[in-house]
């Protein structure tokens, strides 16, 4: 996704700007927007939401089966107390028992040349981001339905103009 900013002035600013984002200033101002790009992005994994709000679709029931374990059923093969609260207590994109995860704790941004990257570098993260499908990846239990985790908020946005104003002392 391509944010662009349209820097307009109402006075004789445009000097100072340009000396602001001179030397290591824009790589700064890009460091900030990283920073708070990765905490929300990650902040979507406790709260198993998109960009724009809405809900991940909730774990399959194959999922859930899969994670439960022999100390997780009686012996008359029933689930028991442990197994239920774990179960119930599983989040979309996040591992068993755990708060985060592995593909949550992997994301981080990169600095570009004038651009910043926000992302993953797990192999499956595309796949969770975008779903897929058993029949076009064989090696699936089951579909796996969109996730995105990705992308800028509106509320995103209004915090990175906040960002760089601060930055360029606006």
Same mark, same amino acid.
């Given at each position: 996704?391509?944010?662009?900013?349209?820097?307009?002035?109402?006075?004789? !600013?445009? @000097? &100072?700007?340009?000396?602001?984002?001179?030397?290591?200033?824009?790589?700064?101002?890009?460091?900030?927007?990283?920073?708070?790009?990765?905490?929300?992005?990650?902040?979507?994994?406790?709260? &198993?939401? %998109?960009?724009?709000?809405?809900?991940?679709?909730?774990? &399959?029931?194959?999922?859930?089966?899969?994670?439960?374990? %022999? #100390?997780?059923?009686?012996?008359?093969?029933? +689930?028991?107390? *442990?197994?239920?609260?774990?179960?119930?207590? *599983? *989040? @979309?994109? +996040?591992?068993?028992?755990?708060?985060?995860? !592995?593909?949550?704790?992997?994301?981080?941004?990169?600095?570009?040349?004038?651009?910043?990257?926000?992302?993953?570098?797990?192999?499956?993260?595309?796949?969770?981001?975008?779903?897929? !499908?058993? &029949?076009?990846? @064989?090696?699936?239990?089951? %579909?796996?339905?969109?996730? @995105?985790?990705?992308?800028?908020? +509106? #509320?995103?946005?209004?915090?990175?103009?906040?960002? +760089?104003? %601060?930055?360029?002392?606006?």
């Amino acid at each position: 996704m391509l944010l662009q900013f349209e820097l307009t002035t109402t006075n004789n !600013t445009l @000097p &100072s700007i340009i000396d602001t984002l001179g030397g290591g200033g824009q790589q700064a101002l890009l460091k900030g927007i990283g920073e708070h790009l990765t905490n929300t992005t990650q902040d979507r994994f406790r709260t &198993s939401t %998109d960009p724009n709000g809405n809900r991940w679709q909730a774990n &399959s029931s194959v999922t859930l089966w899969r994670g439960l374990g %022999d #100390a997780h059923f009686n012996k008359n093969g029933t +689930v028991n107390k *442990k197994g239920r609260n774990r179960f119930n207590s *599983k *989040k @979309p994109l +996040v591992g068993f028992g755990q708060t985060g995860g !592995t593909l949550r704790d992997s994301i981080h941004y990169q600095l570009g040349n004038g651009e910043v990257f926000v992302g993953s570098n797990l192999i499956y993260a595309p796949m969770m981001h975008f779903g897929g !499908t058993k &029949s076009q990846f @064989p090696h699936l239990w089951g %579909d796996i339905p969109a996730r @995105p985790f990705l992308g800028v908020s +509106v #509320a995103d946005e209004a915090e990175i103009k906040e960002i +760089v104003k %601060d930055h360029l002392n606006l």
